[in-house]
């Protein structure tokens, strides 16, 4: 679906569907004069008595087929006091799914209705936006066409009064547009088949779009990282046919080269089956997704270059596929990372801390980062603790922690802070390495943020998200159908935005 905006006044507004999202109770005709003007049938409309303006109710309206707005769609919001942009979100995405079941090919939203809600005029027009893309996607790529479909609205259409659109509300959709498509781009990477995404071929796809948007990219295959000394990123990687991958990219505006660069770091475990330590086989197809931490990366990467922020950010992408076959490495083993310290493999379906300790030991090797965020579908542990809706957030650094818990909050992507306890740390000593690279069961969220902050240099600032739990649907969401959520796409995107 694609975004138009319209001016010139409500008597010029032309569409198949007007969307009106009201609060409770409001009379829906004296909601805006901009609506009693596009459609003045509504003062009499029967169905508009009915309609109390409930959070997320919807209600359909036809005036004459020949008016320009022909039909309005009651959008409800809920009581006033308690409306946000999160309540926006949910409503608009309902309601354009509504549309297109009905086969409403263009679609109408008077920005005069969400100029009147409490939560900020332009912040409105952006969650307005980002919703009604959104509620849109479906992974559709490897099914025939199916003729009985129903078929997306072709626009939606942003509609003001004046005689222009104001710079700061265009600006604002533009970046509700962008911020979907880089939750849809990293929906669809985690929801591509494991056989269609080898480590390799998620490294060509991001140097395709590297290239595509004026990204600098760096690939370095298996002779890279054997000189890079990165032994823990190829043991996991060491029981797969298609060989591991540490994708580097940086977005570097004109102005900003020598800047410290954020940077983030993303799991990339194209198919993660546990390797020697096989997991069980149900729901093992998910494990696809194990790769969504690099899926976002990537995708914020590629918004940021659209969007031309004035900030640099590099992103790391350590890529390999966790398999079982007679060189996989076994519970025991002792690889050197490529910080040389020696880490001991207890549980070979623990490898995403593996590739995510070489890549934050390579990140501290390349740059001085302004900060580093690394995001991984890490621990069973952790969807246990805070289940499907919450992330993990562990961080040493107050500042950070905030500045990424308000980046979660503007798209609502939420995240619990938890302990990097220092005690646990003697859990994680070996009798044969350095380090082992797990403790007990107990505390095992913990365990691994722990691991990785072994290979973070003292005075770095660094956070680490825990995203397993929340990187999968099992049924339809709100901004969504079953499958990959692309969760944190968009935090990392609001925190670069912002600055940390």
Not at 183 to 197: I, Q, Y
Not at 225 to 246: D, I, K, N
Not at 364 to 385: E, F, N, S
Request: aromatic share 6%.
């Amino acid at each position: 679906m694609e975004l138009r905006f319209q001016c010139l006044g409500p008597e010029h507004w032309k569409a198949d569907i007007l969307l009106a999202p009201v609060c409770r109770d409001e009379v829906l005709h004296e909601a805006s004069p901009a609506l009693d003007k596009a459609a003045p049938w509504l003062a009499i409309a029967p169905a508009a008595r009915d309609f109390h303006g409930k959070t997320s109710e919807l209600a359909l309206m036809h005036g004459h087929p020949q008016q320009n707005i022909p039909r309005v769609l009651a959008v409800g919001l809920g009581r006033r006091e308690d409306m946000t942009p999160a309540v926006l979100r949910e409503a608009l995405a309902g309601a354009v799914r509504f549309c297109r079941d009905h086969g409403y090919a263009s679609l109408l939203l008077p920005e005069a209705l969400l100029a009147r809600l409490p939560g900020g005029r332009e912040r409105l027009v952006e969650e307005a936006a980002y919703a009604a893309l959104l509620a849109l996607y479906d992974f559709r790529d490897l099914k025939k066409e199916d003729p009985e479909a129903p078929v997306d609205p072709q626009w939606l259409t942003l509609a003001f009064e004046g005689e222009y659109v104001p710079d700061a509300a265009h600006a604002a959709a533009r970046r509700g547009e962008r911020a979907a498509q880089a939750v849809m781009l990293a929906r669809d990477l985690a929801n591509t088949p494991p056989n269609m995404l080898a480590p390799q071929d998620l490294a060509e796809r991001a140097s395709r779009i590297a290239h595509q948007q004026g990204l600098r990219c760096t690939v370095l295959d298996e002779e890279a990282l054997r000189a890079e000394e990165m032994g823990a990123l190829l043991a996991v990687g060491r029981g797969s046919a298609r060989p591991p991958r540490l994708v580097v990219l940086e977005y570097a505006p004109e102005g900003h080269e020598q800047d410290k660069p954020l940077v983030l770091v993303g799991k990339g475990i194209t198919f993660d089956t546990g390797g020697i330590c096989l997991k069980p086989g149900a729901k093992m197809h998910t494990m696809k997704c194990d790769m969504t931490g690099a899926a976002t990366v990537l995708a914020v990467l590629t918004a940021l270059a659209e969007e031309d922020v004035p900030r640099r950010v590099v992103g790391l992408l350590a890529c390999a596929e966790n398999m079982p076959d007679g060189g996989a490495c076994r519970p025991g083993d002792v690889v050197r990372a490529a910080s040389g310290d020696t880490v001991e493999i207890q549980n070979t379906d623990a490898e995403g801390r593996l590739v995510l300790c070489d890549a934050l030991s390579y990140a501290q090797k390349m740059w001085t980062p302004a900060a580093v965020v690394d995001i991984a579908t890490l621990t069973g542990a952790c969807a246990v603790a805070l289940g499907t809706e919450v992330a993990g957030l562990f961080s040493d650094d107050d500042a950070l922690v905030e500045r990424i818990l308000a980046a979660g909050q503007v798209g609502g992507e939420h995240f619990w802070r938890l302990p990097l306890w220092k005690g646990y740390e003697k859990n994680l000593k070996s009798q044969v390495a350095d380090i082992c690279h797990m403790g007990p069961r107990e505390g095992g969220a913990i365990h691994a943020a722990l691991f990785l902050k072994h290979f973070v240099s003292d005075g770095v600032r660094w956070a680490h998200l825990d995203i397993a739990g929340v990187d999968w649907a099992d049924s339809v969401q709100p901004l969504g159908v079953c499958g990959a959520t692309g969760f944190g796409a968009r935090t990392l995107l609001e925190l670069a935005r912002g600055g940390v």
